[in-house]
């Protein structure tokens, strides 16, 4: 039996998505493993496009009646998802063996390098959460919004544990946008 595109591509976000995993910065959702669970989905649904991928490619007698350009495009589309999902399988392997190095740029770069850094510190969001006296759920709710609803005392502390050099300048930058959100607070 033929697996058809758009289930493969709705598992992984349905599986995602109900335990609100998404990561938003600056407005796009990307896409990272942030956790063993969300490894062994990745894993699975590459094996699923791999296996649509193959049966595509070896039942053509089958779609004969399918345009040549309608073949090439679910070819391309499996292709290219197969591609996004291997490097993220290996981007967590990298991160998980230390070997990715994690340079800050910008403060969208800290969000994201955060989780980065926690994964290649060898902490698990129930690690970190425990080191923070927190549940894991919340460190879940951080990493899924970008640390938006986050203090800046609590986002130190996580810098702090992960053991993340970050610059000044970024540091004084989220001290000030702290401090313009604790005014609008106040004033509201």
């Known amino acids: 039996t033929?697996?058809?595109?758009?289930?493969?591509?709705?598992?992984r976000q349905r599986l995602w998505q109900k335990e609100r995993y998404y990561c938003y910065f600056t407005g796009d959702i990307k896409l990272m493993i942030k956790n063993e669970r969300q490894?062994?989905?990745?894993?699975?649904?590459?094996?699923?496009?791999?296996?649509?991928?193959n049966e595509l490619l070896t039942s053509n007698n089958q779609l004969s009646t399918i345009h040549p350009l309608l073949l090439k495009a679910q070819q391309d589309a499996l292709n290219s998802q197969l591609i996004e999902l291997n490097n993220q399988i290996k981007e967590y392997k990298d991160l998980r063996a230390g070997t990715t190095k994690l340079e800050i740029k910008s403060l969208e770069d800290l969000l994201e390098l955060l989780i980065k850094a926690r994964i290649a510190a060898?902490?698990?969001?129930?690690?970190?959460?425990?080191?923070?006296?927190?549940?894991?759920?919340?460190i879940q709710r951080y990493e899924a919004t970008a640390f938006a609803s986050i203090n800046l005392s609590k986002f130190v502390q996580i810098i702090q544990i992960i053991g993340?050099?970050?610059?000044?300048?970024?540091?004084?930058?989220?001290?000030?946008?702290?401090?313009?959100?604790?005014?609008?607070n106040v004033t509201a």
């Open 164 to 184: 993340l050099t970050v610059p000044q300048q970024l540091l004084f930058s989220l001290a000030k946008m702290d401090n313009q959100q604790n005014d609008t």
């Open 122 to 138: 060898g902490l698990t969001q129930k690690d970190l959460a425990k080191k923070l006296g927190l549940k894991e759920q919340q």
């Open 39 to 53: 490894f062994r989905i990745t894993k699975t649904q590459r094996d699923k496009f791999a296996q649509a991928l």
């Open 2 to 11: 033929p697996i058809y595109l758009f289930r493969i591509f709705s598992d």
